[in-house]
């Protein structure tokens, strides 16, 4: 037997990942066509799903094997209540998701067409209540290997967050904040989906994998990775960019396929993988969370 120390001796190792970002719950209901203004459609039955874009990517890099640590609001309601005990079955750590007696949990509203496309409402809810000096109290920010953050909680959490990480920060504007510009300068890595992408440079969504590439270098951040849809993704570094195609999936729901690419991307960068090595990881695991 080996010599085991004593219990006050034994410490849990730190995050490799901290997220700081939102958590939602998701109602979601499958229709045939996401409706217009003014018209009404029927669906299928409701279903109440545990979502939101930070703790779908903390799941989804905790289901890949890391160590990851969640920095967020919820209410102090039966949601939040709900919420906590989803992340803690995924294995997430939620010392640091903290509740919030003034706001209700934050809630996605979910139309899901059959062919996989989807429409979305959020109320953030307590995600925007997550403060910097609530960052600052929070040593797994500082500790992580990697900071991932997105665009659902408010731009002084994210900034503070920027600020006491000593990791690499890696950010998806999603969905696009007003206040994106002002983060931009501290990110290690920017992932954003087309549209982001047009709307950060205050164009039309690209459809061109060149005009992606030149939009992406005209962003003043050390490496841009710009996902695709069913085309993978463009890795974009200043010496050059790289096309990463998506293997041809049947997709049944790409709601979180963003999210799945964003964990996945996160774990591979914790395990040391280059960016071409960590994008061709992230494509193959969201093609299957499509799936
Ligand atoms: P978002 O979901 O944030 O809008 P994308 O639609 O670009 O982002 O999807 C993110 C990633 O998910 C893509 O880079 C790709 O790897 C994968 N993906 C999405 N849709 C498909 C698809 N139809 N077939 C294969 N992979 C897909």
Same mark, same amino acid.
């Given at each position: ?25 998701? /109602?979601?209901?499958? !229709?045939?066509? *996401?409706?217009? $203004? &003014?018209?009404?459609?029927? @669906?299928?039955? #409701? =279903? ?15 289901? /890949?094997?890391?160590? !990851?640590?969640? *920095?967020?609001? $919820? &209410?102090?309601?039966?949601? @939040?209540?709900? #919420? =906590? ?207």
């Amino acid at each position: 037997m080996s010599p085991q120390p004593p219990a006050g001796d034994r410490t849990e190792p730190g995050p490799e990942i901290c997220v700081v970002g939102s958590v939602n719950l998701d /109602l979601v209901v499958g !229709v045939d066509h *996401v409706p217009v $203004v &003014g018209e009404t459609v029927l @669906g299928g039955d #409701l =279903r109440r799903i545990p979502g939101g874009k930070g703790a779908n990517q903390a799941v989804a890099a905790a289901r /890949l094997g890391r160590r !990851v640590s969640f *920095v967020g609001r $919820v &209410g102090d309601d039966e949601a @939040g209540d709900v #919420l =906590r005990a989803e992340l803690t079955a995924a294995r997430v750590d939620v010392a640091g998701l903290l509740s919030t007696p003034s706001a209700p949990s934050g809630a996605a509203l979910i139309a899901v067409q059959a062919d996989g496309d989807n429409a979305i409402v959020v109320s953030p809810g307590a995600n925007h209540r997550l403060t910097g000096s609530d960052i600052g109290s929070m040593t797994s920010v500082a500790v992580a290997a990697v900071l991932l953050a997105q665009g659902e909680v408010t731009l002084d959490a994210v900034l503070a967050a920027a600020r006491h990480r000593t990791g690499l920060f890696v950010w998806n504007p999603a969905p696009m904040p007003e206040w994106a510009g002002q983060v931009l300068g501290s990110v290690d890595v920017l992932v954003p989906n087309q549209t982001e992408l047009g709307t950060l440079v205050g164009a039309s969504v690209p459809d061109d994998l060149e005009v992606v590439a030149a939009m992406a270098r005209s962003i003043e951040c050390p490496m841009t990775i710009v996902t695709l849809g069913a085309a993978g993704a463009l890795v974009v570094e200043a010496h050059g960019d790289r096309h990463v195609p998506a293997p041809m999936v049947r997709p049944v729901d790409t709601t979180a396929a963003g999210d799945a690419f964003c964990g996945a991307l996160a774990d591979a960068f914790v395990r040391g993988l280059d960016p071409i090595e960590a994008t061709e990881w992230a494509v193959r695991v969201s093609a299957a969370a499509t799936m």
